[in-house]
């Protein structure tokens, strides 16, 4: 076990009492400066999580480790990311567990393939596809701040022209038009394999939705996550006047073998799913 | 790389024509009985997934492997357990890496538990524990079923007499009063470590948020998160008619070492919170 | 003032203890049975509201006034009607008020041309059209029963056909195929004058959507109302387990003369919409 | 059927080509004055609704009627307003209709009071308490403008002193506790009279609660709804971004007759609700 102590090279979460928060990479030698006055970073490294560290006048900062959550809501961004309330759903739902081999694309900012990186880990792999150059550079920054490169394979090209591979576990895509790749996807999943996406519109929903019905995928769910966060007063305990409304649709499908499955008819899938039931 | 064959002992799934599903496990000898006929395991055995296997009368079910989400909903349960929809945000939130090593109460019907176990493996471990026998033999079976008591350790015990752990990264409670328990919690956990609960009354959130800024704790949210299903049918796509309209409150925090921290006063914590603001 | 008292011929409200609730129509001479004994109805009439009255075996049932709200919940309905969570905000948002004079299709149970007649009244009038003549009759009923029928005039045509009203104030549609009337509503209504429309589907608000920009109708907008209900107990507040996640979408907006109005292009309509802002 | 004219003394809606909306009361002499010039006010008096008046310098403005949803959004306001997507609704749950007599404290800036007076004429009548006269002149010079006071008595008095009228049909609280008021409500409804309340807090939906089953009441419910807007692009049809998450939480009941009802027990209460049933 590692001491619970900050080290050169870490990035850390410094807190002030008015609530703001700092990322901070250590590095010996420099200097973290707010309105309150300065700190070294060499007074930080060191130091216990949990306690606090104060500028050169005085003023605390509470000192703390950055979660996956925090590193995924802070990668630098040129798109938007996918967000951890969406993420935490998908990962389980494509079964992103140790040992998973898994295909994406785009990689856009690479929130997504941190945290898909981080499921698989230590056995596992993610292959990350994206057309645009300054995009994966981006990306490629971010996970290797992360320290997250080891398990992804960073790929420069367009899945219309295909995967590489040919038995992942897992498949995702935030691409404009999924619908599109759905061959592709098809060829580097294995049998069963689990298919995610996520699409801002309902039109995007719907002609992915008729391509995978169309193609004899199964288990085809379509549902949208909504986080509303709480004021923190106990005595006056009530929801925040405002919240994220929308980040996207997400839908889900397993690759079946051609032929092997007829999907059920449109007035079938129209009726509300049964739940699940167990046998065995 | 395994083959993409089902095996004796699996846990497979098997849809038929209608969607309906069942979780099979593969025993040698044993039979799977429906009402379009009867299959028995030793066909299924050897299958490749996201094929079709057919009953004696002919009838084709797809055959697939069970991820985690699935294993989570199917687990036996004695109790209301903890909802994917809302394990997947705390895995983040509690940052459940592999490596980490995490304390739970109660252990319940072992939904959570199996999440946290692989999300933490193959390095970490989870220490779980529940009060009542009966409930724990429960969660004992559904956690073998499912191939994850290795990174896990079960307790019998009232955690009001204290956790065993003294450094862990991360606590999650879902308790009766989770309140009560706050000391306990904060010596288990490491300086800087992540707590979460789960409640289902606005009165409990209540209860909590008071003891927690009472004790000077960080970082402190409460959350709700809904999921909304569509039917999947892409020339008349719309929500279901209905959906799970409450699972529980989140809440989440992170401990600080006494006297380091002073909490922001009532009234600046009804002000709307700040998005983080990165530096670095 | 009338007199708080139940009379013959009132459709009334009979509450069990177990919170059963029965819609009674008070009619001298008949009886009302429940597995608790019965009541005849002349043991009602005369009575105050608000108080009991009981079965001949001594059980007890609360006797109250039906609302609009109830009235329109229980009319007969062979379909889906507009719910009173979308009834209400419909009302105002089409200025459904006293002296409005509102063209409606189709007219359904007649749940909404209920609630339309009600906020016309007295000097008002509800103009509402229907294909189906057993709906229309099954309609009359309805609004017979709940004494609606002084401000509505139920016109048995496919509103393909037009409207036979020009300067309807307000026109609201619960047809399969809004877009393909709104030609004809146009001609129904008043220069400015108000449309509403309810749909199910993401596909219909496209296609209706499409239908009014081209057209050039001003302040549209698409919304939905979502209504969660709580259990009513202070000890442990909180939601229901389940909630209706869906009755339809809402699109709303004003007629402008052709020619007068440039809608915005679509780039500045994807832009978040800037709240109203007061002059004068 | 008066003329579709603007009118003197009329308010008018005047909305620009980049959709920015400006309420004016037209008053002769007087100009409107816009980043792209000035209308004066007798050249939009007598123009017809739904068409286009334009600035000295040619720029177009949609001339439209003011409806009562928009005079609601417009009140002056000197507190938060009961919005009206919870007003549609309240109007049908206290069953506001012609004719009813309605209490209502407190006033506030009078938004509530407006859709009570105009959902209540021509025949009913609003009487609202309020304690604080420079809030009751706010409210008094926002129903003025609207044409409403007609049928609303102000009234400069705290209601824990107790309501004038003895008889009402409905009565409607917004205050900070409405508990403390319910002996004073019960007094002034009639049998089986209609009450409602908004509060922001679960720490006062609990105490309301609370004080209604306490004191017997019947047909008690909790209720909050969300209003959830949609970008107006039909070909990438999609929520917008981020929404109101709270407004307030909605508690109705049915005044009874002491002693005439025992309200169920709590685990009854806590089982969910069944659904009304019709019978007659």
Redesign the interface.
Known sequence: ?TQ?LAQAND?VL??G?????????LVPGAS?HTHHGFIRHDQIIGQ?????VRTHSGH?Y????V????Q???V?RATAIVY??E?????????A??GA?IVEAGTGSGALTL?LA??V???GHVFTYEVRSDMQALARKNLESAGALANVSMKLRNIADGFDES?ADAAFLDVREPQDCLAQVRRAL?????FGAIV????Q???L??GL?QDGW?????????????????????????????TG?LIFA????EG???P?A?E???V???D?????
């Open positions: 076990m619970n990035l410094l807190v009492r008015d609530d703001k928060r700092f990322f901070v990479r973290f216990p999580f949990g306690g606090a605390p509470l000192l703390l480790q979660s996956l959550f925090q995924i809501m802070h630098k951890p309330k993420i935490g759903y998908i990962l389980l739902k494509i079964n567990v140790n081999r945290a981080r499921a880990a230590p056995d038995d294995k049998g069963g394999g689990f801002p519109t309902t039109n929903v719907q002609t939705l008729a019905l199964a288990q085809i769910e379509v549902e949208e996550l909504l986080m509303r966060p709480y004021k923190i007063v106990p005595e006056r305990l009530r929801p925040d006047d405002r919240m994220v409304a929308h649709y397993r690759k079946v073998d092997a499955w007829t059920p449109a079938d899938r129209a509300e799913e049964a699940d039931e167990p046998a065995e």
